[in-house]
Nanobody, 124 residues
């Protein structure tokens, strides 16, 4: 039973930094893609950053140069370090895992089988 639990969402001022965490349990580490997504009210969920089993990373244009995805296998935790935050980064952030592929090749949310409950980030 795969479980993902996000934390770290808070209110910060524009220009500030924040690190989101996602504890992932119950999955095999032999093949996966871990991703961070966000979804505003009335909008489609969009990809932000992804990390494959091999360590390859992918970033949405909005995240490049500002956000960094990483993982700590010993803690079963995925991170999203967000710097230079902007008000438009305000929204719910979700972590997800695709257990059927060894690379992160798409932002299509249907590709990811398991999702966390989300954590709210507010930038003012």
């Amino acid at each position: 039973h795969v479980q993902l639990v996000e934390s770290g969402g808070v209110s910060v001022q524009a220009g500030g930094s924040l690190r989101l965490s996602c504890t992932v349990r119950g999955y095999s580490r032999s093949r996966y893609c871990l991703g961070w997504f966000r979804q505003g009210s009335g909008k489609e969920r969009e990809g932000v950053a992804a990390l494959s089993y091999s360590g390859a990373t992918s970033y949405a244009e909005s995240a490049k140069g500002r956000f960094t995805i990483s993982r700590d296998d010993a803690k079963n935790t995925l991170y999203l370090q967000m710097n230079s935050l902007k008000p438009e980064d305000t929204t719910m952030y979700y972590c997800a895992v695709d257990l059927t592929h060894s690379s992160c090749y798409t932002w299509n949310t249907a590709t990811y089988q398991h999702w966390g409950q989300g954590t709210q980030v507010t930038v003012s």
